[in-house]
T-cell receptor
Framework: AQSVTQLGSHVSVSEGALVLLRCNYS??????LFWYVQYPNQGLQLLLK??????LVKGINGFEAEFKKSETSFHLTKPSAHMSDAAEYFC?????????????FGRGTQLTVWP | ETGVTQSPTHLIKTRGQQVTLRCSSQ?????VSWYQQALGQGPQFIFQ???????GRGNFPPRFSGLQFPNYSSELNVNALELDDSALYLC?????????????FGPGTRLLVL
């Protein structure tokens, strides 16, 4: 079984500051890991994903995440926050090798960016 | 490349009614997954359709049912609506033969049950 825990339902940063959104996963098989962003009244947009290979994954809008198997973590970072980054962010896991394409999502982290 | 579309965008129903939500998958994708996102929560998996058959189901009662059509579009039907069914319903399309592949989400249908 798979599950995701996102620590911190709300994160606030100043514009230009480092963004760090935390995600820990549980998976009985090697995972595929995803970060999605959701703007108000919209669906989910993929930021980045880890499937195999390099553990540091770069995504859109300057975001990146590092897969750390020993810590079962996949934290999302961005060196310098922008006002347009304000949104809700969801971490998700899918079991590798599973024929079922089910994504397990965390509860989300609302990012606020102050000017 | 056409993205995932959903209709309607908003819907208001009363308890006990039935509702049908529609989803058109992204071109080249043959699998549709449906998720329910309650206010303040992450999306919860309802079920997935591939080759016009349900292939996996989350913890949702049988009054949640679906269909997939030959063109890979899909419907989600909910019978005997309850207040707790109020949520954003998201569909996502993907390729069955790429388990590592991305699920691309539509904009969602926001359902309010009164």
């Amino acid at each position: 079984a798979q599950s995701v825990t996102q620590l911190g339902s709300h994160v606030s940063v100043s514009e230009g500051a480092l963004v760090l959104l935390r995600c820990n996963y549980s998976s009985s098989v090697p995972p595929y890991l995803f970060w999605y962003v959701q703007y108000p009244n919209q669906g989910l947009q993929l930021l980045l994903k880890y499937t195999t290979g390099a553990t540091l994954v770069k995504g859109i809008n300057g975001f990146e995440a590092e897969f750390k198997k020993s810590e079962t973590s996949f934290h999302l970072t961005k060196p310098s926050a922008h006002m347009s980054d304000a949104a809700e962010y969801f971490c998700a896991v899918k079991g590798r090798g599973s024929t079922l394409g089910r994504l397990y999502f965390g509860r989300g982290t609302q990012l606020t960016v102050w000017p | 490349e056409t993205g995932v579309t959903q209709s309607p965008t908003h819907l208001i129903k009363t308890r006990g009614q039935q509702v049908t939500l529609r989803c058109s998958s992204q071109s080249g994708h043959n699998t549709v997954s449906w998720y329910q996102q309650a206010l303040g929560q992450g999306p919860q998996f309802i079920f997935q359709y591939y080759r016009e058959e349900e292939n996996g189901r989350g913890n949702f009662p049988p009054r949640f049912s679906g269909l997939q059509f030959p063109n890979y579009s899909s419907e989600l039907n909910v019978n005997a609506l309850e207040l707790d069914d109020s949520a954003l319903y998201l569909c996502a399309s993907s390729s069955w033969d790429k388990p590592e592949g991305t699920q691309y989400f539509g904009p969602g249908t926001r359902l309010l049950v009164l």
